[in-house]
């Protein structure tokens, strides 16, 4: 089957679902695709100000909104629901989040390294900085 053939399937199947890929290179976007896909990766965080660039058809993410993940080549791997979100400062994340976000050795020092040097990369960066944090499961592996 053809990916359009499959994303009408897809799209038929979850009306208004959102788009996500994850990470911010190609290598990332298929690793965490997978990490999402095997269950590892139940969350991902975004800093608030950016927080509406990652609306779906229907508004702005909220519990029970479905997601395509897509990897790097633009196929669509699976489908999560957001099932929780968290609002914070960057310094206030915890160990339990961390440890969902599914990456590296899942510990809250990576994901402190890791986050700080996408922040800065995409924009600014404080340790006082308001993210948000969403929780999803997978619905669907395509």
């Known amino acids: 089957m ?3 053939e499959v994303m009408e399937l897809i799209e038929s199947k979850y009306p208004k679902s959102g788009r996500w890929v994850f990470g911010d ?3 990332m976007h298929d690793e965490l695709a997978q990490l999402v896909t095997k269950g590892i990766k139940t969350a991902t965080t975004c800093p608030f100000y950016a927080y509406h660039s990652y609306e779906s058809e229907d508004g702005k993410i909220t519990v ?4 395509i993940v897509f ?4 196929h669509p791997v699976c489908v999560a629901r957001v099932t929780a979100m968290h609002l914070m400062q960057f310094s206030e994340m915890t160990e339990e989040l961390a ?7 899942r510990s809250l020092l990576h994901w402190q390294l890791e986050h700080q040097r996408f922040f800065e990369k995409i924009g600014d960066f404080s340790p006082e900085m308001e993210i948000v944090v969403i929780e999803f499961k997978v619905a669907e592996v395509l």
């Open 2 to 4: 053809k990916t359009n």
């Open 99 to 105: 440890w969902k976000e599914g990456e590296g050795d």
């Open 25 to 27: 290179s190609p290598a």
């Open 64 to 67: 029970g909104n479905y997601y």
């Open 71 to 74: 990897d790097s080549k633009e």
